[in-house]
């Protein structure tokens, strides 16, 4: 059985930090690209960043500078180290498996997963 947890959220200070992370579990023998999105009250979820399994990242433009996306891919796990946090922030923030592009995956690897989500609240 597949499995995307998240972990790490909470509350902080505008100004501070937190570190979230994400582990796969379930796909041993498959490259993930990793990705974290958000989702504040009201709106429509939207893309933070992603590293791929060759550990590219991309960032959205509101959170460039801020937030470093990293990976420990001997433990399947994902880190999202979120400094300089503003009130905007604030948000649900959802950790998604997909399969990596350019690359042949096989059968049990083609799956998109997401994880359940970690609050972020950040103060002003």
């Known amino acids: 059985q597949v499995q995307v947890v998240e972990s790490g959220g909470g509350s902080a200070q505008a100004g501070g930090s937190l570190r979230l992370s994400c582990a796969v579990y379930?796909?041993?023998?498959?490259?993930?690209?990793m990705s974290w999105y958000r989702q504040a009250p009201g709106k429509e979820r939207e893309f933070v960043s992603k590293?791929?399994?060759?550990?590219?990242?991309i960032y959205a433009d509101s959170v460039q500078g801020r937030f470093t996306i990293s990976r420990d891919n001997a433990k399947n796990t994902m880190f999202l180290q979120m400094n300089s946090l503003k009130p905007e922030d604030t948000a649900i923030y959802y950790c998604?498996?997909?399969?990596?592009?350019?690359?042949?995956?096989?059968?049990?690897?083609?799956?998109?997963?997401w994880g359940q989500g970690t609050q972020v609240t950040v103060s002003s």
């Open positions: 998604k498996r997909t399969r990596p592009v350019g690359f042949w995956s096989p059968v049990e690897c083609r799956s998109d997963y």
């Open positions: 379930g796909l041993p023998n498959c490259r993930n690209d």
């Open positions: 590293i791929d399994s060759a550990e590219l990242t």
